[in-house]
């Protein structure tokens, strides 16, 4: 697909969602293991999982599970004894937690040490929107496609409502590439708008000592997606650029 049209019909699906999965909270803790998330980008489930992780600014190690294909599932399937997507394993506590609402409920009371707000649950109206969202999406992120491996895990800078990072995280999942997802939501009204145009007037500044923080220092500015691939020793910025690597690296 044209990749303008690609990221209309993503925005159209963040609009769907109302945008849930934009804002990250101000303070948290990263696990000292990483969560892993047996994961399907275009899953209406898995993405209400997303959006908590992204409310919750927690990082997690995505495994992706397309359909048609067992790389990864095998792995579920030995983790959890089933194959079916969303599911958790924390390290951390040993706890294994399957499907959208226990795992956004456990993730709450573990990392926020409160209920999951009713507008975050998966309720019939959240349930249905995100189906919407994937219809939208049509088939994007949902079946695999022929990959070579990675050997070691990627990352991917994104908040789950970004268009631009929502594609490449669908690309990821249908190759079949584990990727470490660092969550960037926003935590002030100075980081909304695209980095390039700002909603805020004046120089732009992240909250200190945050991740978005970090990147700042880093990079001179915060945009997702962003991709670093240790395989290769490749970093780059531009969805149309990543998909284009992602095509040329890892598509069969
Ligand atoms: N041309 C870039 C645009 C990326 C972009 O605008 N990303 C937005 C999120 S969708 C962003 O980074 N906004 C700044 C921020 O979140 O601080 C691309 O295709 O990757």
Not at 2 to 25: D, E, K, P, Q, V
Not at 89 to 117: C, E, M
Not at 160 to 180: A, K, N
Not at 187 to 196: I, N, T, V
Request: hydrophobic letters at 35%.
């Amino acid at each position: 697909m044209n990749h303008t049209l690609n990221i209309i019909s993503s925005t159209f699906a963040s609009t769907l969602r109302g945008w849930r999965g934009t804002s990250g909270s101000k303070t948290v803790e990263q696990p000292a293991s990483p969560l892993v998330i047996y994961d399907r980008e275009g899953c209406p489930d898995c993405r209400l999982v997303r959006e908590a992780l992204t409310e919750l600014n927690l990082d997690v190690l995505i495994m992706p599970c397309p359909e048609g294909s067992n790389r990864n599932k095998r792995q579920l399937e030995a983790v959890s004894g089933q194959s079916t997507v969303p599911f958790l394993a924390d390290q951390n506590t040993g706890k294994k937690v399957s499907g959208a609402a226990a795992i956004i409920d456990y993730l709450f009371q573990q990392y926020r040490g409160k209920s999951a707000p009713a507008q975050i649950k998966p309720a019939t109206l959240n349930r249905l929107t995100s189906r919407l969202a994937s219809a939208i999406r049509g088939n994007a992120g949902v079946q695999a496609r022929p990959a070579r491996m990675a050997e070691q895990p990627l990352t991917l800078y994104s908040f789950e409502s970004s268009p631009f990072s929502r594609v490449v995280r669908e690309r990821l999942c249908e190759l079949e590439l584990p990727y470490h997802l660092v969550n960037l939501g926003k935590q002030q009204w100075a980081d909304m708008g695209p980095a390039k145009m700002r909603f805020a007037p004046g120089p732009y500044a992240p909250l200190a000592n945050t991740k978005r923080d970090a990147f700042f220092k880093a990079h001179g500015n915060v945009q997702v997606p962003y991709l670093i691939d240790p395989n290769t020793n490749t970093q780059l910025f531009e969805s149309a650029d990543i998909l284009k690597y992602l095509a040329k690296t890892y598509a069969l």
